[in-house]
C-alpha cells in the first residue's frame, strides 16, 4: 500500500476547546511554523472569526437557515469567498457546493452501520471528509457535543478517586446528537493511522477528564 502524503487538517467548530486552536497557532508561529496545519476547515459561523480558512461546512440547507433565522442573519455567507460544502448549492451562495456525500459514503468503511447514524451533525460530515482525502494528522478544536457541570459532587463513599465522574449528579446531558458518531469515526482514523490531536479541554471522547482505566481502583494497577 502506497504510503499517505503528509497533509495535516484542523476542524475548528464553535465549542469551548475552539479557544486552543488561537493559542496553538501562536504557539506554532512563535516556533517559526508559518501555519499550524496544512489546511484549516471550519463549522457554519466559523468562518466569520477565522484567518486563513480553505473550507467551510454548513450542512444545513441556506434557504432552510433563511426560514428559520432571516436572510439578514446568514447573508454574509453569500459574501465569503471560501468554498462552502452544504447539502445543496444555491446560487444566492456563489461559493456553495453540494457535499460529497456518494464518495464518501463508498470510500469509508462502516462496518454494517448506517452511514446516516453517523453522519447526522456537520462536525461529522467534516470528520468523515477528512478520512476520504487521506488527511494524516487531524487536530480538532471545538467540536464538543456537550459541557460538563463546572461543579462536581464529590464522592464521599470509599470508592475509587475516578467514581465521582460517573455519579448521576455529574453527568452533563448531551446538547446535541452526533457524539457517538464522531467517536465512531475517530476509531475509524485510528485503524487507518491518522494521527488525531484533541485539546485537553474538550470533552471529546472524555480528553478534559483525568486519564484513568475503569475498574482499576488506583493509577499504578495498570500503566497509562
Not at 484533541?198 to 500503566?223: A, C, E, V
Request: charged content about 25%.
Amino acid at each position: 500500500m502506497p504510503k499517505r502524503r503528509k497533509l495535516s487538517v484542523a476542524i475548528v467548530a464553535l465549542g469551548p476547546s475552539m479557544k486552543r486552536h488561537f493559542s496553538d497557532q501562536e504557539k506554532a508561529a512563535n516556533d517559526g511554523q508559518s501555519r499550524l496545519t496544512d489546511e484549516l476547515w471550519t463549522i457554519n459561523r466559523g468562518a466569520f472569526w477565522l484567518k486563513g480558512v480553505n473550507l467551510i461546512f454548513s450542512m444545513d440547507s441556506f434557504k432552510v437557515r433563511e426560514e428559520t433565522f432571516g436572510k439578514t442573519a446568514i447573508e454574509r455567507f453569500s459574501h465569503l469567498d471560501t468554498k462552502i460544502f452544504t447539502s445543496e448549492y444555491d446560487a444566492d451562495y456563489p461559493r456553495s457546493e453540494p457535499y460529497p456525500l456518494k464518495q464518501v459514503e463508498e470510500a469509508l468503511p462502516w462496518g454494517g452501520i448506517e452511514p446516516c447514524k453517523v453522519l447526522n451533525n456537520t462536525v461529522n460530515f467534516a470528520i468523515a471528509y477528512a478520512l476520504w482525502r487521506k488527511v494524516t494528522h487531524l487536530r480538532l478544536y471545538g467540536c464538543e457535543f456537550f459541557t460538563r457541570p463546572t461543579k462536581l459532587v464529590e464522592d464521599e463513599a470509599h470508592q475509587p478517586w475516578w467514581h465521582k465522574w460517573y455519579m448521576e449528579e455529574n453527568l452533563a446531558p448531551i446538547c446535541e446528537p452526533g457524539v457517538e458518531g464522531a467517536a465512531f469515526l475517530l476509531g475509524v482514523a485510528a485503524a487507518q493511522g491518522v494521527e488525531v490531536t484533541i485539546p485537553g479541554n474538550s470533552t471529546l471522547l472524555d480528553h478534559d477528564l483525568p486519564s484513568f482505566y475503569y475498574g482499576y481502583r488506583d493509577d499504578d494497577d495498570i500503566p497509562l
